[in-house]
């Protein structure tokens, strides 16, 4: 399938390709973690990382960070944040973030990624 996508057929084929690729991701991320003989929790935090709907079972969990930390990272890409995504998602109840917790978050992330930009040069 890399290989396919080298010699890709159109754009339509790529986008097939990628989504099929990211759809594996967190199964094969939590593979390789089982074999590398990381924690349990972490492991199950990368298999879990895309069920947005899930609802953890006694609290927050690192499942809870990891799946806030992906949809805030989408927020982010907007110009104008769209925090309606986060409505919907159980981690952010979970981690009792407010749309004000993740302004905060989220002007610190650009603060850092700027002040990265400026020590390579980009």
Same mark, same amino acid.
């Given at each position: 399938? !890399?290989? %396919? %996508?080298?010699?890709? %057929?159109?754009?339509?084929?790529?986008? !097939?390709? %990628?989504e099929l690729v990211g759809s594996w991701h967190p199964s094969i991320?939590?593979? !390789? $973690?089982?074999?590398?003989?990381f924690a349990a929790e972490?492991?199950? #935090?990368v298999g879990d990382q895309l069920d947005y709907?899930?609802?953890?079972?006694?609290?927050?969990d690192l499942t809870d960070v990891l799946i806030a930390g992906i949809v805030l990272a989408d927020v982010l890409g907007d110009k104008e944040y769209d925090f309606s995504r986060c409505a919907s998602v159980p981690a952010f109840a #979970?981690? #009792? $973030?407010a749309k004000d917790?993740?302004?905060a978050i989220l002007k610190h992330t650009r603060?850092? $990624?700027?002040?990265?930009?400026? #020590?390579?040069g980009c």
């Open positions: 399938m !890399v290989r %396919a %996508a080298g010699e890709s %057929a159109g754009s339509q084929y790529d986008h !097939v390709l %990628a991320g939590k593979a !390789v $973690l089982e074999t590398w003989g972490m492991c199950d #935090a709907e899930r609802k953890s079972r006694g609290g927050a #979970a981690l #009792a $973030l917790d993740c302004i603060d850092e $990624l700027g002040t990265l930009h400026d #020590a390579l």
